[in-house]
């Protein structure tokens, strides 16, 4: 008789907990839908630059400074005039004195050999006399300087990251 008893009990309790309570469920499925749409939200207001990343020997010259960048073939196609290059110096660490912002003038690049065998394209850019980094520090010494430069081929949102791939896939 007590097992009998025992087991409807246990029954009734199972029933009870076996359901979660609606209240829990709904608030669950609204947190999780706010928070989906806040992250699509912030990739909508995120900038994200497609970017190619070259080598860049800058010296003095007498019109001031010229930089040399050397670039591997890919994505070469998609450098025009006017984007923005921004150079991070090795000598002056970027973090510390900040990055070096300037524009392509020309765009006639020049396909050479290096010693690896690799083909490399090279392309100038030319900075003024006085070289003032974005956080206002100035640059004055006469030695040549070396970095990285990163040139921006175009700055999108970070959505249009996510959704371009998929419309090739279903085009």
């Given at each position: ?13 199972y ?29 909508w ?16 010259t007498?019109?001031?400074?010229t ?20 150079v ?24 050479e050999?290096?010693v ?56």
């Amino acid at each position: 008789m007590d097992n009998k008893k025992a087991e409807s009990r246990s029954g009734e309790i199972y029933e009870i907990l076996g359901q979660p309570p609606k209240g829990v469920v709904r608030w669950g499925i609204t947190l999780i839908v706010v928070v989906i749409f806040a992250l699509v939200g912030g990739c909508w207001f995120i900038h994200y630059p497609e970017t190619i990343t070259a080598s860049i020997i800058i010296r003095k010259t007498d019109v001031g400074r010229t930089g040399e960048l050397i670039l591997l073939p890919a994505g070469v196609g998609k450098i025009k005039r006017a984007q923005t290059v921004i150079v991070k110096l090795e000598n002056y660490p970027y973090l510390e004195y900040g990055y070096l912002s300037a524009a392509i003038d020309n765009t006639s690049l020049i396909l050479e050999k290096t010693v690896e065998r690799m083909p490399t394209y090279h392309l100038t850019l030319t900075f003024p006399d006085t070289i003032s980094t974005n956080t206002g520090y100035l640059i004055d010494d006469d030695n040549d300087w070396v970095g990285t430069a990163e040139i921006i081929i175009r700055n999108s949102r970070l959505i249009y990251r996510f959704i371009e791939p998929m419309k090739a896939i279903f085009q």
